[in-house]
Nanobody
Framework: QVQLAESGGGWVQPGGSLRLSCAAS????????MAWYRQSPGKQRELVALSTSGGMKTVANSVKGRFTISRDNAKNTVYLQMNNLTPVDTATYFC???????????WGQGTQVTVSS
């Protein structure tokens, strides 16, 4: 069974940067849309960034200009580079994959990002 494992979360001061990584246990990336979501307590999970198998990338308006999604299919890994972080970005960040033609959804366990002074 394919699994996703996030890493790279932690605590950072406002204005700081973090890079999240999501590695798959098998080679699924080339045929999968990969995305990062985040969820804060009491709020719905929201899409942060998307990288499709066809090469399209998009980020939410709330993070545009600060966050970048990238992927390395050879390493089965997708990244989320987060710059100029603010307390509003504090959340649990989840990696998501829509695998293959069936777009079967997979979720990672999440990694916590805390932005505070």
């Amino acid at each position: 069974q394919v699994q996703l494992a996030e890493s790279g979360g932690g605590w950072v001061q406002p204005g700081g940067s973090l890079r999240l990584s999501c590695a798959a246990s098998e080679s699924i990336f080339s045929s999968s849309d990969m995305a990062w979501y985040r969820q804060s307590p009491g709020k719905q999970r929201e899409l942060v960034a998307l990288s499709t198998s066809g090469g399209m990338k998009t980020v939410a308006n709330s993070v545009k200009g600060r966050f970048t999604i990238s992927r390395d299919n050879a390493k089965n890994t997708v990244y989320l580079q987060m710059n100029n972080l603010t307390p509003v970005d504090t959340a649990t960040y989840f990696c998501n994959a829509l695998v293959g033609a069936a777009k079967t959804p997979l979720w990672g366990q999440g990694t916590q990002v805390t932005v505070s002074s």
